[in-house]
């Protein structure tokens, strides 16, 4: 079975500044990688996965994420963060083979990303 | 096109007490997944259900049941209820077999006093 490491669980930045939320994931031969969002009292909102082909992967609210074989890694970044941005970001993984007929993906414990002015 | 619809949003129940979270899929969805989320443990999967049928299931105890309708809305269920029981359950769902992209609700903030 999958796991999947976020290295940071809280990571603090100010407004226009770049940040990256790492992850990792046990090595498998191939996987299927996602980047979730979750806002206060919400539900998780998917903001880029990686399923074939270019390893660089661009999101939703100017994020992207860079598949890294050899490192099993899967990193998030966006070059300019806004306030809007503060919200808890999980990476998960799922092997890309059926089990029982669909992919269950393992999630990370979550970065909580947090934005100051 | 509404979104997945989870009721209640909110909940508190007693230790021993038993409980029934309900989810609406998004129209034409016919997979529905049900996560229980807690800061101690993250994210951990319960089940999920495709066409009425229970097709995978993590690692909880038989108090956790659930149930699908020919609808595609599921239900899910916990008897018993312990103190550690007290989680946000998300639901989610998807087109079907092959679809990667699950779509989540709002989830359930279940309390157990």
């Known amino acids: 079975a999958q796991s999947v490491t976020q290295l940071d669980s809280q990571v603090p930045v100010f407004e226009e500044a770049p940040v990256e939320l790492r992850c990792n994931y046990s090595s498998s031969v191939s996987v299927y990688l996602f980047w979730y969002v979750q806002y206060p009292n919400q539900g998780l909102q998917l903001l880029l996965k990686y399923l074939s082909g270019s390893t660089l992967v661009k999101g939703i609210n100017g994020f992207e994420a860079e598949f890294n074989k050899s490192q099993t890694s899967f990193h998030l970044r966006k070059p300019s963060v806004h306030i809007s941005d503060t919200a808890e970001y999980f990476c998960?993984?799922?092997?890309?083979?059926?089990?029982?007929?669909?992919?269950?993906?393992?999630f990370g414990r979550g970065t909580s990303l947090i934005v100051h002015p | 096109k509404a979104g997945v619809t989870q009721t209640p949003r909110y909940l508190i129940k007693t230790r021993g007490q038993q409980v029934t979270l309900s989810c609406s899929p998004i129209s034409g969805h016919r997979s529905v997944s049900w996560y229980q989320q807690t800061p101690g443990q993250g994210l951990q999967f319960l089940f999920e259900y495709f066409s009425e049928t229970q097709r995978n299931k993590g690692n909880f105890p038989g108090r956790f049941s659930g149930r699908q309708f020919s609808n595609s809305r599921s239900e899910m269920n916990v008897s018993t209820l312990e103190l550690g029981d007290s989680a946000l359950y998300l639901c989610a769902s998807s087109i079907g077999t092959r679809d990667y992209e699950q779509y989540f609700g709002p989830g359930t903030r279940l309390t157990v006093t």
């Open positions: 998960a993984v799922s092997d890309a083979f059926l089990r029982g007929g669909s992919y269950i993906p393992t």
